[in-house]
């Protein structure tokens, strides 16, 4: 099994910056992805960012792009998100997520941080 637990949210201003960041333990994951979706109120579920462990490479989904970045230490085991530019439409529960290589989905799940931008 894998545990991931994310920290890092809190309020912060429209224009602001929040770093989250999600520690993995348990089995080990060398390859496959990382990402992170978030949830806002009445909202379904939907896809933030995502990086490939080992090499690194990064996605997006287009309402972030340019303003947030994901990135990995894979010596701490640890997945990023640094959000900037923070919009009252970023308020949302953030979840990280982990995907074994060669599998079609997110296998494992944190139990999300909360991220709330006021006007």
């Known amino acids: 099994q894998v545990q991931l637990v994310e920290s890092g949210g809190g309020l912060v201003q429209a224009g602001g910056s929040l770093r989250l960041s999600c520690a993995a333990s348990?089995?080990?994951?060398?390859?496959?992805?990382r990402g992170w979706f978030r949830q806002a109120p009445g909202k379904d579920r939907e896809f933030v960012a995502s990086i490939g462990w080992s090499i690194g490479f990064p996605n997006y989904a287009a309402s972030v792009k340019g303003r947030f970045t994901i990135s990995r230490d894979t010596a701490k085991n640890t997945v990023y998100l640094q959000m900037n530019s923070l919009k009252p439409e970023d308020t949302a529960v953030y979840f990280c997520?982990?995907?074994?290589?060669?599998?079609?989905?997110?296998?494992?799940w944190g139990q999300g941080t909360q991220v709330t931008v006021s006007a």
């Open positions: 348990g089995r080990t994951l060398s390859s496959g992805t």
């Open positions: 997520a982990a995907r074994s290589a060669g599998s079609d989905k997110f296998d494992y």
